[in-house]
């Protein structure tokens, strides 16, 4: 987290420098919370005023937008955010230190690159192995026979049972736990018997799975999280759950067993989806859904149980109106007892005459 | 997972062998999944369309059932199929290696079986007894006077904390989190007071734990999890709850606080049930259901809150016709109005005259 | 949880003996749990019958309270209950043995308190503090520069990512994830791409956290739980979240990113809080609501999505006569055309004719 100069920043984002200054900038936050020493950035939607409002010392804007304050143009002022964003992580080497630490108990036929990094107390299985270009940190336990591919983040406390498997550039946050038992259970001759859960998990290339996430392995075959997508905190996955390419999972989502979703399905936080379900790609799941049927490609679903957005939100505004509603209908009711006295055939009139 | 003859497992479930073919058997799976060299089963509701679609090389049939290929006749061919599952299971001392790890920190004052076996870096506290044949992964960690019964399997990274109770054949995955303190608060004289919580946990014989779920210890006494019962991943049971026997909890499922329930609640997915409530014998809950009294034994409840689920599912389905109805009232309202044209003291009327 | 006579614990809570008897008390529960040996507390609320039925040995009074069983008069009978029950708790010397670990692994570039204690195989990062009179569990893992601030507990396997900082006399339950990246990505120009997460986590003095609880690190600047404020387990705080002081979460709530909490805020277990939201002091949020908009300060909100709760319950008991409801519009709606028998054009005349 050097502090740098706008114009060394420009260079780092291959954009153009506009106005004279070139200031020292020391951190970087959006437009709202930005303070002097900042580097923010112009969003389509920004307006004027709030970059007038803003503490920013310097703003990274688009081709067609300008600006009073020293900036740097650049093709898209969100991207380039991230990327100048990189510059400020903390180095890697300080997070995860290099080279295996003396105190990682490595099974000596766990094949372990030399150009992977081991935490402390760090402990590989049997016939497990790390490629190249790996980090795993502090209190890592990979039991044995897993794979953990090239190029991943492993932060601490992460836990891969038996024989899963991780593809490359994978992110696995602290507390994670990949393939612990699925909840399989039936009732056999002696009781409640388990189902002995004997497939895998596996992780596809340039995931990132949340802190705390629980994945369980699959009763026979795999668990799968396809490539490139994003699980996030405290998620729940069930055995034998098939998700997509580039999904995106909120936190504490929970997937019942054997349930399939397709690509880029998007799950708001805390939704729950039940066992044996299809979900088509691009299926959106407001936060809390609760999906009890399958649901066809490109559909947005909402509540508990789960039905088209659209008609979600119409279910309730007219649940606003229930309570007047009722009032109505005893109104309606006592007008055609009173209205209908004189006339034949109310119902009154009928039980008066019964 | 060493490949058997169909012959051999056959003579494992103590069935029939059917046809002259001895197949070699290198997997299981379900009908629809199995490929060459799996082993299958056909359940009651399957059909041989399923099986004749299936890559299965043999399947195990029940007593009144005829397929095409290689099988096994035994009288219940779902068991059966769980204890061929069995076979597959990566071996117990793979997954734990027996005797006590050189690095594990054992407090003198403990009583570890040396049946026991104890993963790298687990740490025993003073006055802990582990009792034999019980398995330990690696960096389990065991609080002071905490007891372990016989034959638990006790996963990586499990933390027991003190005086916590634990009985015989328990499984606890990944990441459970035993006798936290629980959520109890009250407003002191010099503000916000924490309340000493200084019961425990007990987990009776034939439980299993799923990853990553939390039980708090009691604020006196005990919370208890009730023999033979079943708890899914990341659920969380408060202080002082009593959970009864062969009780099935599924995934994020929430407990408050004194609550109670009878022998086999089963709750489904994330299922919230409020504090100091009553659930007696054999209640059902369906997923997210949001529970906020007492429910009777035998009932089984759906919604948040959560009531009957027949009346549930009826007024789900009334609820999606309220938009409708709304349009239907306003037009009685109209027909009312109109209709009363030529009487007295109807509101058109009487704005008329107004 | 030494034996103490009623005459030794009066003493300990300023309390006036009550009755000639001074029995020898073994344990504490609340009044329906008690057993023989048992102090137990007289509530506001609570009767004499209640005590009669009680096992209790002795009992804690108020000032206009008048038992037949061994008592100790106190100004207020729970807090001073409370205060017994501290005299129960294990020794914190036997939970968190007090020195420093021969197995922790501490950088040497970080700065422990010679006061604090650091439990076995705990991992102390490069430029990271410890203050005097904390007191870290087994197996907990501090990134690089973290701070601990004096007098906390730090539970076993809790992991507090680089840069976090944490103030004095906070409890943090084991198992708890701090700073772990937020869930931010966008659609870059070569797909899903990450925003990088340089912010940190900042937990105020007295504030305690439940076991599984995950609290991810801001994007820039700082994810802060205020003052005071109490968190239950497996809850789920995103990044840029900012909890106001004295605030109370009940289990597995989940708040989504950048929202803010006012002071007070309080949450049932399961809430589920959409991003960028802002709670005024004060709000009440019941189990399982799900909030999408902004809530002004003092309204006590519930369901999904949450509302005013009295209009929720109304909304409920209504939505329970809705089946009959429909019912009775479709006999209006008869009765207007049964009714309407005298003029042409009426549903049921034409059907009479047909």
Redesign the interface.
Known sequence: ?KPLRLSEIAEILDGEMVGSEDPLIT????IE?AKPG?LTFLARSSFGKALAASGATAVLIGPQQEVGIPAIRVS?P??AF?VY??Q???DLD??FPPGI?S?A?IDPTADVSLAAAI???S?I??GTVVRAGSRL???V?L???VTVGGDCLV???V?L???CQVGNRV?I???V?LG??G?G??P??K??????Q?GIVEIQDDV?I???T?I?RA???RTVVGQ?S?V???V?I?HNVIIGK?C?L???T?I?GSTILGDGVIT???V?I?DHLELGAGVKAG??S?I?WDIPAGVDVF???A?DFR?SF??????????E??R??KR??Q??DS??DG?????QNEKGQG
């Open positions: 987290m951190g970087a936050a959006g919370h900042d898209d969100y991207e991230a964003l990189e400020l992580q903390t300080r997070v630490h105190t108990v935490g402390p107390y402990v299985g049997p940190g502090a209190h336990v039991g044995s026979d932060y601490a406390g836990i049972r038996e024989g992110i946050h602290a507390g736990i612990s038992d909840f259970y039936f056999g001759a009781g409640i018997r388990k189902i002995p004997v990132e949340g802190a705390g629980c369980d009763t026979t075959g490139g994003k996030d905190n405290l729940q069930g580039a995106s909120s936190g504490q929970g019942s708001g936080g805390q729950g039940g936060g809390q609760g009890s509540g508990t149980p039905i008609e119409r279910m309730f505004a007219s649940l606003r109106r229930l309570p509603l009722l109505r209908v309606l009711e007008m055609n209205g209908a006339s034949a055939g109310s119902n």
